[in-house]
């Protein structure tokens, strides 16, 4: 039912009027607001509505109870404001948020702001001396030190780069949700993390972060409490300047994803453990098309990983690349923790490529696929850490490449290894390295080359290896290795390994012209320093070559 309305209001507003001068008695009790085109009056009807009726909410008068059957009318909810911040024009007394007359400091800002507001960010640096709370004390909650931004609300720079929150103590922003485009986080002496993502999710779209040099050990962005955090870098060549540790994602839920651009100004942190990014405690770290780079003037003594993961999931993605880290690991992946390479994804000229270590009960998985490379490291491609307690299990598959390395391609001292397809070449010990308690060595399809030493040295006793069975022929090619070591192809320190249906150097040991076995073919004692294919250490091992 639609009652009347009276056009009784005063220029003096009150409850019930708008500013269209009538009064809405629709309800039967509290006066409201009929609400017409243009119309921003707060609308207060029976059941405790107050939704503000922005300027297109109601064309027509709103009838019945807001949320009721017979409501025809149609609010639209609150609707985003703009509220400006300058650190140099702005007054938090007299301000009005306006651009034209801008608030000050970024804790009296974002006190005001609430969801779907965004904050634009004047020209200018934040720091201590506006913000007290950029400087806070370590050991106290992000909003102690630090300043809280409300769930949904933005942050933006109203010029590109001009914009920029300093951080000297524990934190700086604590988000909850919305997103940041264009301003500049930089962390000065004695910082801490400068971006906390404590809930929800937000976007980073050309977001950069500069640190200085006693502060590269610890992190510049949190990503924790279940939140999602996407990186995207707009208009930049670079996300970073000058840092070390960049950004590190904890806890199950909780997701860093970081599409395109580039970390390539890398320093050293004068921190253990430190890494790029770090994903732990089941935090998923997603790395796609993106470069992370120690450049060759950065590069000292001090060490620092490209990423490193400790009970979490990394996924490389793309062209992503990993490179330069001298001192330390490309990728360093432990305690259960997950990693898949994948695309055109490159680990080279670290000192070591990827490297596992601490998995103990819970295997750390590490699964490369696709043109994923491990190439040109200074020491080994692929290591799983000598403590016999660890455990890795790799798997390969694709046109993945492990070549080049100054050490070992792959060397592993417990845990699994398969391979089904994929190249081991050029390295310059082992092309793969397999000891004490390799449970599971399975190869298929897969093309061992011209490494320095063995192609495959294998003297695991916790399982035997298959290079190939009269059901399942090998199908690899190992071929050209041990240049070093008179041409051997395999050296084998272990019971028993099944080889059939491979191509092996020709004309050597039994292979025909082709490099294959035919017959029954079963080399069993020793055969030392032979020259071609195989050394077998000690007598009463056994090695099949083909069944008939």
Known sequence: MVLATVALCAPLAWVGCSKDGTIDLSDGSVPRDVGSAGDAATD????????????????????????????????????????YVSPTLGNDLS???????????????????????????????????????????????????????????????????????????????????????????????????????QSGDAVLSGVAFTSAADGRGAWMVEVKGGAHMTWTPGALTRYATGTGALAFVTGAGSELTVQGGAVDDVFGAAASNAAVFLATLGGRLVLDDVLVERPVAN????????????????????????????????????????ALLTDDVVIA???????????????????????????????????GDLISTHNLVLTISGNVVVDSNGGVGVQLTTGEVRMMGGSVSHNQQYGLALSTGVRVFHVRNAFIHNNTLAGIYWSSLAGDADLGTTASPGGNTITVNGTATSNVNLFMDAPFVTAVGNTWNASVQGADAQGMFSGDVLLTGQIVNAGGNFRVNQAGQQLRLSEP
């Open 44 to 83: 207060v009807g029976a059941g405790g509505d107050q939704a503000t009726d922005q300027a297109t909410d109601q064309a027509t008068a709103d009838t019945g109870v807001d949320g009721g059957p017979d409501d025809q009318g149609a609010d639209a909810g609150p609707v985003g404001r703009d509220l």
């Open 95 to 197: 301000g009005l948020g306006t651009q034209a007359s801008p608030y000050r400091t970024l804790d009296h800002t974002l006190g005001l702001a609430t969801a779907g507001d965004t904050v634009w960010l004047m020209d200018g640096t934040w720091d201590a001396t506006l913000d007290s709370r950029l400087a806070g004390i370590s050991s106290v909650p992000c909003g102690v030190s630090g300043i809280p931004v409300a769930a949904g609300v933005s942050l933006r720079a109203v010029n590109a780069g001009a914009a920029t929150v300093s951080v000297s103590g524990s934190f700086g922003l604590c988000t909850n949700g919305g997103d940041i485009h264009d301003v500049v986080f930089a962390r000065s002496a004695g910082g801490g993390v400068a971006l906390l993502a």
């Open 299 to 338: 590069q000292t003594a001090v060490a620092i990983a490209g990423a490193r993961v400790d009970g979490g999931v990394i996924e490389l993605l793309g062209t992503t690349t990993l490179r330069g880290f001298n001192t330390a690991q490309g990728l360093w992946i432990q305690g259960g923790a997950q």
């Open 349 to 383: 000229g670290n000192a070591y490529g990827i490297f596992a270590s601490f998995s103990n009960v819970t295997p750390t998985q590490l699964t490369l696929s696709g043109n994923a490379a491990v190439r040109n490291n200074i020491q080994d491609g692929i290591r």
